[in-house]
C-alpha cells in the first residue's frame, strides 16, 4: 500500500515536472515575437528597484555631538631687521565646539592655543565662548558671553579665514592683534526693511585686558559699542556693504576714548561660477578721540584699502594699502603696502605667502627702531573636523 | 465720488494685505523644493529658493539679503543630509525665527525617508568630498521626488493644518504625474540600459541608478578636487577602450577639461540640468527629467 503510494506520487510528481517543462518550451517558441517588449518591462522593473539603499534612520547618530574641529596655522616669518630674522612657529592651534544647546539657543566655543616664537611655549585662552538665543520675538537676537565683538568687517572673522596673514597697521596699533573682543553681552536687531538688510547691534563688555587702547577697567566702566550693518545686492553676481561703529570705553590712561569706525565692501561673484571668479574691494577707516592724561586730546586716524581677487580656481590675490597713526599719536604715521598669493588645495587646506613694506616717519622700539623694513610670511592652513560656514 | 473710490483702494488694499498675510511664506534651499512645494502648495504658498538652478549647492555663499527673506518664512525646506552645511545653518542663526529653526513645525527635512545611495563606511577626506550621510544629489531620481513632496506635504500641513485636503490632493496629482512620466522616462532611456558614460562630479547615482545608465568614472579624479593631467589621461584611454560616447556636467562646471578629452577623442560633452531654472526651458521638476532625458536620448543614439 505504501510502496503503491510512493510510485503514484513519483509519477504525478514526474508528470507534473515535464509538462511545466513542455510548457516553457511551447510558451517560449509560441512567444518568441513577443520577447522583447518581456525584456523591456524586465528592464523596467529592474529600474524601478534602486540598488541597494542603505536604511533612512543610519543618518541620525552622528548628529549627537557638537561640531568639532581643530585648525592649525603654522607659520614662517621673515624680516628685515635684527639678528634672529627668520621664525617658523605653529602660531595657532584652534579647537572649535559649536553646536545648538535647546530650541532656544545654539554655543560656539573656540579656544585657542599659541606659541610664542621667542621661547617656543604654548598658552591656551579661550579666544570666544557664547551662547546666541534662537528664540526671541521682534526680530532680536542675544549673544553672552566672551565675544569678537560687532566692529567693523575683519574684527568679526578669525584670521585663518582671512585673505591676508598679517593684520592691518591701524587694526594692530588700535586694537591689537587679536582685535576687539571681550565678556559681556551683544544684543542684535534685524530692521524690518523689505528692501535691504539692515542690523543694529549694541554691545557693552569688559574689554579684553590685552588691547593697547581700552583698558578692562577697575571700575564699572565698561566698553559699549553699536553697529549699523547695512547690506544690498546690486544683482545677483554683486553686492555692497556698508557699516558704521561707535565704540566708547576706558583708556590705558583712565580717561574715555571715543571711536568711530566706516566700513565698505564690494564683491563681485558670479553665481553661476562662484568657485572659480570673484572680487573683492574692501575699506575700512578708524578714528579716534582719545582724553589722554591732563585731558589732553588726541584726534587719530588710519584705515586699509584691499583689493582681492581669484586669478585660478584655486589661486588668490589679494593686494593692500595700509595708513595708520597711533591711538595716541596723530604725528606718527606709518604706512605699508603688502601682496598676498594664496593657494586652496581644498575648503579645508590653504598655503598663502605675503609680502609687506613697511614705513614710519618715527622710529618704533618693537621694529628694532627701523623706519623702513620689509617682512614676509608663509601661512599653512590645516582643518579637520567640521568646521562651520564663515560669514558672508 | 472720490471717497468712495478712496474707500475702495483702501478695502483692496486690506484684502490684498489680508489675502498675503493667509499666503504661507516659505524658503527652500534649492529651485527643486521650490518647483515641488509650489506643485503641492499651489495658490497657497509664496515660495523663494536661495540657490539658483544653474550655481554649485555645495557652494552658496550666505548673503544677508537672504535672511530678510529667512526671517519672515512660515515655513523652511532643506534637502539635509550636509549638501547645505557650508551656508544653511548659519543663515538659518541669523534669521532669528523660531518658527523654521530644526525641530520647529516649519522646518522640513526633504530627505527624510530617502533611501540613500553610496553612504560610507568610514570618513576620511583623503577620498576628497566625502558626505557622511551618503550621496546628497537624491532630487535626481523622480521616485524621490514623491518622497520630497511627501515631506513637503506633511510640513505644509503642520503649518497650516486647514488646507490639508487641498495640499492632499496636489500630492496625489503629483504622485499620479511621476508615475507616469516615470513610465515614459524609462521607456525612453531603455534602449541604452547599461551604457557607459563619464560624469564630471559625482552627483549623478540616483539618475543612473533610476535609468540603467553605468558612470565608468569621473573628470574629478576624487569628489571636489578638480581634474588632473593624469585623471584626463586615465579618461581619455577610458573613452577609447569603452566606446564612450558622452561625458556629463553641470552648468557650474568649467568644460575646459572635458574639452581636452572631447578633442582627443571625439566624446561629446553634455551641459545637463542638476536643478530646476539650470536652463530657462526648465521651469519645473518634471520639466528637469524631461530635459535631461532628451539631452542624454539624443546624444546617445
Known amino acids: 500500500m505504501n510502496i503503491k503510494h510512493i510510485l503514484l506520487f513519483i509519477l504525478l510528481f514526474a508528470a507534473v515536472t515535464v509538462q511545466a517543462q513542455s510548457k516553457k518550451q511551447t510558451k517560449a517558441q509560441i512567444d518568441s515575437a513577443k520577447a522583447d517588449s518581456i525584456m523591456l518591462q524586465k528592464i523596467q522593473a529592474e529600474m524601478s528597484q534602486p540598488e541597494t539603499p542603505a536604511a533612512p534612520q543610519a543618518r541620525a547618530a552622528a548628529s549627537a555631538n557638537p561640531d568639532i574641529s581643530v585648525i592649525g596655522d603654522f607659520r614662517g616669518l621673515y624680516r628685515s631687521y635684527g639678528k634672529h630674522n627668520f621664525d617658523a612657529v605653529l602660531n595657532e592651534a584652534e579647537f572649535s565646539f559649536q553646536s545648538v544647546i535647546d530650541p532656544y539657543a545654539r554655543a560656539d566655543f573656540f579656544y585657542s592655543v599659541e606659541e610664542d616664537p621667542k621661547t617656543g611655549k604654548f598658552s591656551g585662552e579661550v579666544e570666544e565662548g557664547y551662547l546666541t538665543t534662537l528664540a526671541l520675538p521682534y526680530n532680536l537676537q542675544l549673544k553672552a558671553g566672551r565675544f569678537k565683538q560687532s566692529l567693523g568687517r575683519i574684527n568679526l572673522v578669525h584670521p585663518h579665514a582671512l585673505p591676508f596673514i598679517d593684520m592691518p597697521d591701524v587694526y594692530v596699533n588700535f586694537f591689537g592683534e587679536e582685535g576687539l573682543k571681550g565678556d559681556g553681552f551683544s544684543a542684535s536687531w534685524l530692521l524690518p526693511n523689505p528692501a535691504f538688510f539692515q542690523e543694529l547691534t549694541f554691545e557693552a563688555t569688559a574689554v579684553d585686558p590685552e588691547s593697547p587702547l581700552f583698558e578692562r577697567s577697575d571700575a564699572n566702566n565698561f566698553l559699549y559699542l553699536a553697529h549699523l550693518r547695512n547690506f544690498w545686492d546690486l544683482s545677483a553676481n554683486s553686492t555692497i556693504e556698508f557699516g558704521f561703529t561707535g565704540v566708547t570705553g576706558e583708556n590705558i590712561f583712565g580717561n574715555r576714548s571715543n571711536i568711530g569706525a566706516l566700513d565698505f565692501t564690494y564683491k563681485w561673484k558670479p553665481v553661476q561660477f562662484n568657485t572659480y571668479k570673484q572680487f573683492t574691494f574692501q575699506n575700512e577707516f578708524y578714528y579716534s578721540h582719545a582724553h589722554q592724561v591732563g585731558n589732553n586730546i588726541v584726534n587719530a586716524l588710519g584705515f586699509y584699502s584691499m583689493i582681492y581677487t581669484q586669478v585660478g580656481k584655486r589661486t588668490f590675490l589679494a593686494g593692500r594699502y595700509d595708513y595708520s597713526n597711533s591711538p595716541f599719536s596723530n604725528t606718527f604715521v606709518q604706512q605699508s603696502g603688502s601682496l598676498t598669493l594664496g593657494w586652496e588645495a581644498t575648503e579645508f587646506q590653504k598655503i598663502e605667502i605675503e609680502a609687506k613694506y613697511t614705513t614710519m616717519n618715527q622710529p618704533m622700539a618693537q621694529y628694532n627702531n627701523e623706519q623702513n623694513f620689509s617682512s614676509a610670511f608663509l601661512r599653512w592652513i590645516f582643518v579637520i573636523g567640521s568646521h562651520g560656514a564663515h560669514r558672508y | ?301
Request: hydrophobic share 40%; charged share 20%.
Open chain 2, 1 to 301: 465720488m472720490k471717497i468712495k473710490n478712496i474707500a475702495l483702494l483702501l478695502a483692496a488694499t486690506v484684502i490684498a494685505n489680508l489675502s498675503y498675510a493667509a499666503t504661507i511664506r516659505v524658503v527652500t534651499t534649492t529651485q527643486d523644493t521650490r518647483s515641488i512645494t509650489e506643485l503641492i502648495g499651489g495658490n497657497k504658498v509664496d515660495v523663494f529658493a536661495i540657490a539658483t538652478g544653474y550655481q554649485n549647492p555645495h557652494f552658496v555663499d550666505p548673503k544677508p539679503s537672504y535672511i530678510i527673506k529667512l526671517s519672515s518664512a512660515d515655513m523652511y525646506v532643506t534637502l539635509g543630509l550636509d549638501l547645505e552645511a557650508g551656508w544653511s545653518p548659519s543663515l538659518l542663526t541669523s534669521s532669528r525665527n523660531t518658527k523654521i529653526q530644526r525641530g520647529s513645525d516649519g522646518y522640513v527635512d526633504a530627505s527624510v525617508g530617502v533611501a540613500l545611495l553610496q553612504v560610507p563606511s568610514s570618513i576620511n577626506r583623503a577620498e576628497g568630498d566625502i558626505h557622511i550621510f551618503g550621496n546628497p544629489h537624491y532630487w535626481l531620481d523622480p521616485e524621490n521626488g514623491k518622497i520630497i513632496a511627501r515631506n513637503i506635504a506633511t510640513g505644509l500641513e503642520r503649518v497650516s493644518p486647514e488646507n490639508k485636503a487641498y495640499f492632499e490632493a496636489n500630492l496625489k496629482t503629483f504622485n499620479e504625474q511621476i508615475d507616469s512620466r516615470i513610465k515614459a522616462w524609462s521607456a525612453a532611456m531603455a534602449p541604452f540600459k547599461g551604457t557607459k558614460i563619464i560624469a564630471y562630479h559625482n552627483e549623478w547615482v540616483y539618475f543612473e541608478t533610476r535609468f540603467g545608465l553605468h558612470i565608468v568614472d569621473f573628470m574629478e579624479p576624487k569628489p571636489g578636487i578638480p581634474p588632473t593631467p593624469s585623471q584626463l589621461v586615465k579618461i581619455i584611454k577610458e573613452v577609447k577602450e569603452n566606446n564612450i560616447k558622452i561625458i556629463i556636467t553641470s552648468p557650474y562646471f568649467s568644460t575646459a577639461s572635458s574639452d581636452v578629452v572631447s578633442k582627443q577623442t571625439g566624446v561629446k560633452t553634455l551641459t545637463m540640468a542638476t536643478s530646476v531654472g539650470a536652463f530657462d526651458s526648465v521651469k519645473n521638476y518634471y520639466d528637469l527629467f524631461d530635459y535631461d532625458i532628451k539631452m542624454i536620448t539624443a546624444a546617445l543614439k
